[in-house]
């Protein structure tokens, strides 16, 4: 009798357990699927990207399998100012997760390794086995600590405005094999305004250039220019070599930015409604998005991992679905829309994302968040009609 209740005990203190987990940290859902062609894949919300599915907050990194997703092991760990880094895979498809606060997030690639950025606005380099500070260091005037030093100098003689911020180095952005960002370190504290830096191997300094136009913000960079967008909301289309504005386009907003030079962008048509539109090569070629009838875009908009696909919210005549442009296609086809497995709900919150053909929706059933999959099939649910003329590449892939 005392082994049974010894027994029963130890059950109960799993079953618990396993419950804290899941609700704490996500955990692998077990295989579940529905008549609308949706599965379930984990408890938690999830973003897909390449062979992983990374926590949009804390929990597991998950790996697809031949058996499924399983939880993910990291080939490489580190911990650096308190923020805790994770590699996983090798070679091409590796993936670098930060985890910060507010959860996880994937960082950038750079060469051969990944850009991250700290609270104090350091740049690091990370790669298996090593960090390296690639700025934030430096010495003398122009030295992190010395612009520090002078601008808490001038905070005490009240010669700073008191919402003025040092910044070493915002907006980190992969450009070929240099990294260009923002920084005010190199002028008067509290009075000028971040300039484009760039960083090429050992050569490091503002981008003269480009100091005319005043603060941008860097977007997005093809093979050959940077897309950036000026203080009046301005896109501009940048040579990465020159600093030279090729083109300017006061006409479009901004909805998400991709790899290699790919925007989701409103355009502002005159006497018209706004058109929504994607440009795969950095404002030269644009491409009108058409939803099905009675579907109007809600929000928000992504890529996929490499850009090949646009995926976002949407209200049709039933309610919240996904819409998802494969942005290889060949000409306009049939419109589609996908709506959330049955007894779910959307919520705007949760991520959606899509690799190699595949659809991941996260949802709400009452106070519990779950992650689904959906196979996209072999055609474009959406319709891309070319706008500016230009040559598509046909990629099924992420």
């Known amino acids: 009798m005392q082994g049974r209740r010894i027994t029963a005990l130890l059950l109960t203190a799993f079953l618990v357990a396993q419950l804290l987990w899941r609700w704490q940290f996500?955990?692998?859902?077990?295989?579940?699927?529905?008549?609308?062609?949706?599965?379930?894949?984990?408890?938690?919300?999830?973003?897909?990207?390449?062979?992983?599915?990374?926590?949009?907050?804390?929990?597991?990194?998950?790996?697809?399998?031949?058996?499924?997703?399983?939880?993910?092991?990291?080939?490489?760990?580190?911990?650096?100012?308190?923020?805790?880094?994770?590699?996983?895979g090798q070679g091409a498809g590796q993936v670098a997760i930060a985890r910060l606060k507010?959860?996880?997030?994937?960082?950038?690639?750079?060469?051969?390794?990944?850009?991250?950025?700290?609270?104090?606005?350091?740049?690091?380099?990370?790669?298996?086995?090593?960090?390296?500070?690639?700025?934030?260091g430096g010495q003398g005037a122009d030295g992190r600590q010395?612009?520090?030093?002078?601008?808490?100098?001038?905070?005490?003689?009240?010669?700073?405005?008191?919402?003025?911020?040092?910044?070493?180095?915002?907006?980190?952005?992969?450009v070929g094999r240099s990294v260009w960002y923002l920084s005010n370190r190199d002028g008067q504290p509290g009075v000028t305004p971040p300039h484009v830096f760039r960083l090429q191997g050992?050569?490091?300094?503002?981008?003269?250039?480009?100091?005319?136009?005043?603060?941008?913000?860097?977007?997005?960079?093809?093979?050959?220019?940077?897309?950036?967008?000026?203080?009046?909301?301005?896109?501009?289309?940048?040579?990465?070599?020159?600093?030279?504005?090729?083109?300017?386009?006061?006409?479009?907003?901004?909805?998400?930015a991709g790899a290699n030079g790919r925007l989701a962008l409103l355009n502002a048509v005159p006497h018209g409604s706004p058109k929504l539109e994607v440009t795969p090569d950095g404002l030269q070629t644009l491409h009108a998005v058409h939803l099905a009838k009675g579907v109007q875009a809600m929000g928000p908009v992504s890529f996929s991992m490499h850009g090949h696909w646009l995926v976002l919210l949407a209200r049709g005549p039933q309610g919240m679905v996904v819409s998802v442009a494969h942005?290889?296609?060949?000409?306009?086809?049939?419109?589609?829309?996908?709506?959330?497995?049955?007894?779910?709900?959307?919520?705007?919150?949760?991520?959606?994302?899509?690799?190699?053909?595949v659809l991941y929706l996260s949802t709400r059933q009452g106070k519990r968040v779950e992650?689904?999959?959906?196979?996209?099939?072999?055609?474009?649910?959406?319709?891309?009609?070319n706008v500016l003329g230009g040559t598509r590449r046909d990629s099924r892939h992420g």
């Open 202 to 256: 050992t050569e490091n300094g503002p981008f003269t250039a480009l100091t005319p136009l005043g603060n941008l913000r860097l977007l997005t960079a093809d093979a050959k220019a940077v897309v950036a967008a000026d203080a009046t909301g301005t896109l501009l289309r940048i040579d990465q070599n020159s600093g030279a504005v090729l083109l300017r386009r006061p006409d479009l907003l901004v909805l998400a």
């Open 26 to 88: 996500g955990a692998i859902a077990p295989a579940s699927s529905s008549d609308s062609g949706w599965s379930e894949v984990a408890s938690g919300a999830y973003v897909a990207y390449g062979n992983f599915l990374v926590p949009e907050a804390q929990g597991q990194v998950l790996r697809r399998s031949g058996q499924g997703w399983v939880q993910a092991k990291p080939t490489w760990y580190a911990k650096l100012r308190g923020i805790e880094v994770d590699l996983f």
């Open 146 to 174: 010395a612009f520090l030093d002078r601008a808490a100098s001038l905070r005490k003689q009240g010669a700073v405005p008191s919402g003025w911020q040092p910044v070493w180095a915002a907006d980190p952005l992969p």
């Open 102 to 136: 507010g959860g996880a997030k994937i960082l950038p690639r750079y060469g051969s390794g990944f850009l991250l950025r700290d609270a104090q606005q350091n740049l690091w380099l990370v790669r298996a086995e090593r960090i390296s500070l690639l700025l934030g």
């Open 371 to 385: 992650t689904w999959s959906r196979p996209l099939g072999t055609t474009a649910p959406l319709a891309l009609a």
């Open 327 to 357: 942005l290889g296609g060949r000409g306009p086809e049939q419109a589609q829309s996908i709506a959330p497995p049955a007894g779910t709900q959307i919520d705007p919150s949760m991520p959606v994302s899509v690799c190699d053909g």
